[in-house]
């Protein structure tokens, strides 16, 4: 279906996070798809080039499990690279655990993701997936907004890229994905379309790495 073969980012935006649990109305979206992965909340500005994976470490606040539900204007999801950047990644909402997680005593790269549909186990993965740790996957994101001129800056939401295969969504769907040492994250998608107050307004929240399936 994809024929994107390399990491992409985009801008994460207010309009665009729900509460977990909230109900998601899928008359707001296009075409979605649900990919679950690990969520980094920074404490520290991160400038690239010459980020590390421990520059990272060192830079990360706290992390939490968490869906995007990605979305897309191109028919049949049949991307390129060229489309999903002029797409912001194809990003269209997100989800952020409930529970943060300081990174302290924690090696993402081999911490466990199972994702249910429906009450179904649906994918298991590990870290490994994204570029072979997320914290690899937040390297990558500062180096190259580095090159740009572009810094992570402190108190922005990451998304490090999916470790699930892109899920298709239908009213009545509800997802969770529980990761070893960090907890779970639900989402819900409504039988019958609901109004936009379940959104959060957090501001704007501008940095967004996705890895495609």
């Given at each position: ?70 979305d897309s204007r191109i028919q049949d999801w049949k991307i390129k690279i060229q489309d999903t950047v002029a797409d912001n990644a194809s ?123």
């Amino acid at each position: 279906m994809l024929q994107v073969y390399q990491p992409d980012f985009g801008q994460l935006l207010s309009g665009m996070v729900y509460s977990e649990g909230a109900a998601i109305p899928l008359d707001t979206l296009i075409a979605p798809r649900a990919e679950a992965e690990v969520a980094f909340i920074l404490k520290r500005d991160l400038d690239g080039p010459g980020v590390t994976a421990a520059d990272v470490l060192r830079a990360t606040d706290y992390v939490l499990p968490c869906f995007e539900i990605v979305d897309s204007r191109i028919q049949d999801w049949k991307i390129k690279i060229q489309d999903t950047v002029a797409d912001n990644a194809s990003c269209g909402v997100f989800v952020l655990g409930g529970t943060a997680h300081s990174l302290r005593g924690l090696d993402l790269a081999i911490a466990g993701m199972v994702v249910e549909k429906n009450g179904d186990i649906v994918s298991t993965s590990a870290g490994a997936a994204v570029q072979g740790s997320p914290v690899n996957a937040v390297a990558w994101l500062a180096n190259t907004l580095g090159r740009l001129g572009i810094p992570l800056k402190a108190g922005e939401v990451i998304l490090s890229g999916s470790q699930s295969p892109l899920m298709p969504v239908v009213a009545g769907d509800s997802f969770t994905c529980s990761v070893g040492g960090l907890g779970t994250c639900a989402i819900r998608f409504p039988e019958a379309a609901i109004w936009h107050s379940t959104k959060t307004s957090s501001g704007n929240l501008p940095s967004n790495s996705t890895t495609p399936s």
